[in-house]
Nanobody, 114 residues
């Protein structure tokens, strides 16, 4: 499974960005997909996941501000990020799980200025 993330950029606090991730390969084996974030000086953390049936999970920090979506027909997931804060700055990675195998795209940088 190959993943290609896009949509990062520089935005002011309070602004919005939309990330996209295009997946290819053996998608029939893929179940949960998600977005992870690695902020400066911190470990990579899961921020939102979505199952094949579009059941979602978010960390408390982004609930109400971020929305994850999935289009199984197009093999894409998205992350709509609203009311961005400087602490949301980081490298955002999309992720896919196929059984016990995890796949990662390259990160896309999100920088939120205060």
């Amino acid at each position: 499974v190959q993943l290609q993330a896009s949509g990062g950029g520089l935005v002011q606090a309070g602004g919005s960005l939309t990330l996209s991730c295009a997946a290819s390969g053996n998608m029939a084996a893929v179940g949960t997909m998600g977005w992870y974030r690695q902020s400066p000086g911190k470990q990579r953390e899961m921020i939102a996941t979505i199952t094949k049936r579009s059941s979602t999970h978010y960390i408390d920090d982004v609930k109400g501000r971020f929305t994850i979506s999935r289009d199984n027909a197009k093999n894409t997931i998205g992350l709509q990020m609203n009311d961005l804060k400087p602490e949301d700055t980081g490298l955002y990675y999309c992720n896919a799980w196929a059984g016990v195998s995890g796949y990662w795209g390259q990160g896309t940088q999100v920088t939120v200025s205060s």
